[in-house]
């Protein structure tokens, strides 16, 4: 693909305009401002391993935006991120899809704190964020799940799925579970009791980083 946007000065947004070059000029800037603002919050409050914040571009914003690589939200889906801690992968996501209703959860307040700020300071527009369990939620009906190394798959399942609407009509992604996980995941799979679709990170953006890396989809 080719970059039609300049990236920030440090360059550290190279990475995403690598993959992704259709973003808007709103989304440009808010992309931009992920690293300013979280490399802030987490001096105040540990969200990102402070050896990993000046790598926030590539394993935290791409990683989450490898979701969007396969799955296409649109304005009449919801979706809820189980365990988001930080806002991954629901903030990157939420730029992206700007039209998508997006609900992130965590049981940790002050995580969402942080995710709160950035959402303000950035004009994130398409995130509210609930303080609890993923279990006590009731009565609410999403299209997708999302979750990024917080649980065993079958924890995973077991806490998304009753929360999943079947229907899925004309999506280049059905309805269900999409989670990011590394490494062998053979026996993880086995104790899900779950038949999941594993698609190679590094398949979609070739960089050392993702070698083992996977998104996992378990169709609801």
Known sequence: MINIYPVSKNNMTEIIYKYFDDFSAHQVEQIEMLYPLYKDWNEKINVISRKDID???LHHV?????????AGFTAEDMVIDIGCGGGF??????????????ILVDSIGKKLKVVDAVCEAAGIKNIT?????VEEIKNRKFNYAVSRAVAPLKDLWNWSSPLLKKKAVDKPLANGL????GGDL???ISDSNVRPTLHKIESLFPEPYFKDKFLVHVRK
């Open 55 to 57: 790598q926030i571009y």
């Open 62 to 70: 791409l990683h989450s935006l490898s979701i969007a690589a396969i």
């Open 89 to 102: 992968p629901g903030v990157p996501l939420a730029i992206f899809f700007p039209e998508t209703e997006f």
């Open 129 to 133: 964020t609930i303080h609890g369990r």
């Open 178 to 181: 999409i989670c990011l996980k």
């Open 186 to 188: 053979h026996q993880e």
